[in-house]
Antibody
Framework: QVQLQESGPGLVKPSQTLSLTCSVSGGSISGGGYLWSWIRQHPVKGLEWIGYMHHSGSTYYNPSLKSRVTMSVDTSQQQLSLQLRSVTAADTAVYYC????????????????WGQGTLVTVSS | QSVLTQPPSVSGAPGQRVTISCTGSSSNIGAGYDVHWYQHLPGTAPKLLIFGNNNRPSGVSDRFSGSKSGTSASLAITGLQAEDEADYYCQSYDGSGWVFGGGTKLTVL
């Protein structure tokens, strides 16, 4: 069973860059049939999909966050990274990494394994 | 504010059956896109419960079932157990990305 574990600073100042890492164990990031995603859960707004990437480096971001997001992968370290620039209090959330099982096409994607999440607070 | 609408809370006694609704629109569920369901105990990793409207991953109890009709979907839980007390979320696709419900807290009385 693959396991995902998020890590990173719990506190980020406004206007700075939020940087998180997701460590994957129990399965290869480069394994076929999967994509790797970041999702966040706002205290009030609920779950929001941030984006996903393939181990080859190709990415697809939520249009509402696209201008501020960068995702990357280090297959040798079995790690995924998320960077969110110019953060504000609205970016305060629990951030999850999750694996997507690719079935037929994007409209059928679902998240079959999740990490426990890490809380990031944006505050000065 | 979530794209998919779920009741904030439902409750039931042990052994009973409860359903959780997930209402979308013609842009997501009503467009024919699949609905998936997750169970989440705060502080733990969310768990996939139902995928593709009505399919259970290996290891998920057959007490959980999903259905979809029109612009809505439902999760049914039969034979309620104390361990089912958790938050439940639905998820679908809206043409440009993936959307979630606001979550429903299930309380086992």
């Amino acid at each position: 069973q693959v396991q995902l574990q998020e890590s990173g600073p719990g506190l980020v100042k406004p206007s700075q860059t939020l940087s998180l890492t997701c460590s994957v164990s129990g399965g290869s990031i480069s394994g076929g049939g999967y994509l790797w995603s970041w999702i966040r859960q706002h205290p009030v707004k609920g779950l929001e999909w941030i984006g996903y990437m393939h181990h080859s480096g190709s990415t697809y971001y939520n249009p509402s966050l696209k201008s501020r997001v960068t995702m990357s992968v280090d297959t040798s370290q079995q790690q995924l990274s998320l960077q969110l620039r110019s953060v504000t209090a609205a970016d305060t959330a629990v951030y999850y990494c999750a694996r997507i099982l690719r079935v037929f096409g994007p409209s059928k994607y679902f998240f079959d394994n999740w990490g426990q999440g890490t809380l990031v607070t944006v505050s000065s | 504010q979530s794209v998919l609408t779920q009741p904030p809370s439902v409750s039931g006694a042990p052994g009973q059956r409860v359903t959780i609704s997930c209402t979308g629109s013609s842009s997501n569920i009503g467009a024919g896109y699949d609905v998936h369901w997750y169970q989440h105990l705060p502080g733990t990793a969310p768990k996939l419960l139902i995928f593709g409207n009505n399919n259970r991953p290996s290891g998920v109890s057959d007490r959980f079932s999903g259905s979809k009709s029109g612009t809505s979907a439902s999760l049914a839980i039969t034979g309620l157990q104390a361990e089912d007390e958790a938050d439940y979320y639905c998820q679908s696709y809206d043409g440009s990305g993936w959307v979630f419900g606001g979550g429903t807290k299930l309380t086992v009385l």
